[in-house]
């Protein structure tokens, strides 16, 4: 079986994001990590609902509260900073969110500012990232 990668051709329109992001309190995505990343086979990336610039002991209780929650080993090549995230509209239910690096991606793409945490890490939780190369997300609601 071949898996399909998600097209992400339409974009959530900025006048939209605010009102999709109305009740979300984070969004959490797993993917496969690069494969020489054996000791942490997942990428994870933790999308708060917030355009705050958190304080350093804030990042570390809350990425300690999504470790413990979602049985996820130790964190590894840890980036966490404010960054623009647009949103890809596929045939998922839920809109993709996306990590907005590229300065071209950021002028073409509309987006808003998220707290994002980025990291590798191990979990027998996300065995569809870990063992079968899927990308998933999940919206959380307050």
């Not at 109305?22 to 990428?43: C, G, L, R, T, W």
């Not at 960054?83 to 808003?112: C, N, W, Y």
């Amino acid at each position: 079986m071949q898996t399909q990668a998600i097209k992400t051709e339409k974009y959530m329109p900025r006048d939209e994001i605010q009102n999709h992001l109305q009740n979300v309190e984070y969004i959490i995505m797993a993917a496969p990590a690069p494969e020489h990343f054996k000791d942490s086979p997942i990428h994870f990336t933790i999308f708060l609902n917030t355009s705050d610039n958190l304080p350093q002991e804030i990042q570390e209780a809350v990425l300690e509260k999504f470790l413990k929650e979602q049985k996820i080993g130790e964190a590894k090549e840890l980036m966490s900073q404010l960054m623009p995230v647009g949103f890809a509209l596929s045939t998922q239910e839920t809109p993709m969110p996306m990590l907005l690096v590229k300065q071209q991606d950021r002028e073409a793409i509309p987006h808003a500012p998220m707290f994002v945490m980025d990291f590798l890490a191990d979990s027998s939780n996300f065995d569809e990232a870990k063992n079968k190369s899927f990308t998933g997300w999940s919206y959380s609601y307050n």
